[in-house]
């Protein structure tokens, strides 16, 4: 299980001791909109929290909760996973935010690393994220990394706008990002 490092955050695997900020950040409606389009309940974060642990545990990748460094507070979470959980599928980046820490680049900040971990530790040829349409604060951080709008595609049962990097476009980005 991997823990990266940005400036402002520790990316921890996500652990039992997350419950309690997780269910804080997935109980508000504003952050679920373009997710599920409904709070979580407990029982469903600490189910997550369960299942993020076993696939840590078969794939060496998963769910990591965004730790601020300075106070320790959870504020976010944001992974790396196949695409829709699929065998087969390409890998996927995404990332969520408590409402009180959006608008400061940190989605940013921690996509960078998470998507460095997925090219230079993991090894993937190609990265994938998917966002509702209307959802343009996660697209625009799609856009920012560098990725390419694909189109609309159908995933997790929805229209959703797929984009997609390149290890090769990746790493001619460099310092660009
Ligand atoms: C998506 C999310 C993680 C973005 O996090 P963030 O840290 O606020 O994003 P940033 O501060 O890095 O901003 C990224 C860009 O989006 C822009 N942006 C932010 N909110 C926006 C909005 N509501 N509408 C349009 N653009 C927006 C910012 O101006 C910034 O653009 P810039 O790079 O040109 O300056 C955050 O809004 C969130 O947690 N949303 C709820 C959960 C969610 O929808 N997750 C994604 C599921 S696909």
């Not at 504003?30 to 794939?59: C, D, F, H, K, N």
């Not at 940013?108 to 990265?127: I, K, N, S, V």
Request: glycine share 10%; with cysteine.
């Amino acid at each position: 299980m991997t823990i990266l490092t940005t400036d402002r955050l520790r990316l921890e695997p996500f652990d039992d001791q997350h419950l309690e900020g997780l269910c804080e950040m997935n109980s508000d409606p504003e952050v679920m909109r373009y997710i599920t389009g409904r709070p979580e309940t407990r029982e469903e974060t600490a189910r997550s929290i369960a299942r993020v642990r076993e696939r840590w545990q078969r794939l060496g990748f998963s769910w990591w909760s965004f730790i601020e460094r300075e106070g320790g507070r959870l504020i976010g979470a944001g992974c790396i996973q196949l695409l829709a959980n699929g065998e087969g599928n390409p890998l996927e980046i995404g990332w969520r935010l408590r409402r009180d820490r959006w608008h400061q680049g940190l989605a940013g900040e921690a996509a960078r690393t998470m998507a460095a971990f997925a090219f230079d530790t993991l090894g993937a040829p190609l990265l994938t994220a998917v966002a509702d349409p209307d959802n343009l604060a996660s697209r625009r951080v799609m856009e920012r990394l560098g990725m390419r709008f694909r189109g609309i595609e159908h995933w997790y049962d929805a229209d959703v706008a797929t984009y997609e990097i390149t290890a090769r476009d990746w790493r001619a980005g460099g310092l660009s990002r």
